[in-house]
């Protein structure tokens, strides 16, 4: 089958939240949820779909696609689905091993892996050996509100829709620990800080905070491949450590992630490392998912952003494909 159209289509999605707005990433904060898409059609019909990692209106992430990544797509034999991969990495690794460039390639390859499964008229699953589960676990993943009364309220809600396993990514304690109160019994509290603390600091929060049961603590070091820092705060025994979040290829799991006593937890993402092509190399499975409830996922890596009041009635396409 031979590519014959490629394409990115940058979608975003307006949503109110009660907490502090979610995606600045240097620019204007914006209440939006930003997707960027590549569809792939081959000369016999089947068409691809994919996702880059993307935030904030993400124009300069579609332009590299647009002009770097996709013209070298065009024509290839879309069942060589690793010799892609790993041309596609080779030719442009002076562009970055993590970030933009490694996001624009991860679309292409959950496209590929998108048409095989299609091609072979399977679900991926079944494609790539069968489920080892009928049902998974996930959990809310909740935005910063850095406000107890408030905080205290969606992780309620969050609770009668259903969650057992709630993350937080709140950085100071009064919040925290109103929210692990707030769950009590009827569900289990994570906490992700998004690397915001030294070493020195880590540690401190790390005794602080262990009262608090927590199901784990994740990147509490910056900068975030700071694997010994990671290690020395694993090393009290009062959390487990959960990162990865920031690796963008193979290698920053083995040689980072990997390293010993850093890391318990790994946070995979396939929009950044690509949808399976990674995990197949390592013959790998991630432990990200780790909650319960009557929702699905859209995402393997959020079950679901809490906090959002309202949703837009649709998808606004930013730039409309040619």
């Known amino acids: 089958m031979k590519i014959v159209k490629a394409e990115s289509i940058l979608v975003s999605v307006p949503f109110e939240a009660t907490g502090i707005p979610p995606w600045s990433f240097g620019g204007n904060p914006r209440c939006a949820f930003d997707t960027l898409f590549v569809r792939l059609e081959t000369d016999s019909g089947i068409v691809g779909w994919g996702e880059a990692f ?11 696609l647009d002009t770097r990544v996709l013209p070298l797509v065009l024509g290839r034999n879309a069942n060589e689905i690793g010799r892609i991969k790993q041309e596609l990495e080779f030719r442009l690794h002076n562009f970055g091993r993590v970030g933009p460039i490694v996001y624009a390639i991860s ?11 299609k ?5 991926l699953v079944d494609l790539l050996g069968g489920p080892f589960a009928q049902t998974i676990d996930v959990y809310a993943s909740l935005l910063r509100f850095a406000n107890v ?10 609770i009668d829709r259903g969650y057992r396993y709630i993350k937080l990514h709140e950085i100071t304690v009064p919040e925290i620990r109103a929210a692990v109160e707030a769950a ?5 509290v994570m906490l992700d800080t998004n690397c915001p603390w030294t070493v020195a600091e880590a540690l401190r929060y790390d005794r602080e905070l262990a009262p608090l049961d927590l199901m ?13 820092g990671l290690a020395q705060v694993r090393a ?23 390293q010993p006593d850093a890391v318990l937890f790994t946070d995979f993402r396939f929009s950044v490392v690509g949808k399976n092509s990674p995990a197949l190399d390592n013959s790998s499975r991630t432990v990200h998912h780790r909650s319960r409830s009557r929702h699905k996922s859209r995402r393997s890596w959020d079950a679901c952003i809490l906090g959002v009041t309202s949703v837009a009635r649709e998808a606004v396409p930013l730039e409309m494909p040619s």
């Not at 993307?54 to 590299?64: G, H, I, P, Q, V």
């Not at 009590?184 to 289990?188: F, S």
């Not at 784990?216 to 010994?228: D, G, I, K, S, T």
Request: hydrophobic fraction near 40%; proline fraction near 5%; charge should be negative.
């Open 54 to 64: 993307s935030r904030n209106e993400d124009r300069s992430l579609k332009m590299t």
């Open 184 to 188: 009590g019994e009827d569900a289990k």
């Open 107 to 117: 679309a292409v390859d959950i496209a590929l892996w998108d048409i095989a499964g």
């Open 119 to 123: 091609a072979a008229r399977m679900p």
């Open 149 to 158: 009364k408030e905080l205290v309220r969606i992780v309620r809600q969050a």
């Open 236 to 258: 009290t025994g009062r959390h487990r450590i959960a990162a990865g979040e920031n690796a963008g290829s193979l290698m920053d799991f083995m040689h980072g992630c990997g």
């Open 216 to 228: 784990w603590l994740e990147e509490p070091v910056w900068p975030p491949e700071n694997y010994r």
